[in-house]
């Protein structure tokens, strides 16, 4: 560390000190997955964000339906 760095403990859960984790290696290691932007369709593109949150709705029931909700990585809702 150079002279003016700190160093910061932070308490967190191990929940997320684990998807950050992860995270962090999506960003940092090969195959990066970075997601290109901008992304289309983007929330302009999506009469000004309302269509998107259905568009979400519609696809996590789609999976719900076909028996594969909790399966990837999403968030759950």
Given at each position: ?77
């Amino acid at each position: 560390m150079s002279g003016s760095s700190k160093q910061v403990n932070l308490q967190m859960t191990f929940s997320l000190k684990k998807q950050l984790v992860e995270d962090w290696k999506r960003v940092t290691q090969a195959p990066h997955e970075l997601v290109p932007l901008p992304r289309k369709p983007n929330v302009q593109q999506m009469d000004g964000g309302s269509s998107i949150v259905k568009m979400y709705l519609y696809v996590k029931q789609s999976k719900v339906h076909a028996g594969e909700a909790g399966k990837g990585k999403s968030p759950k809702t």
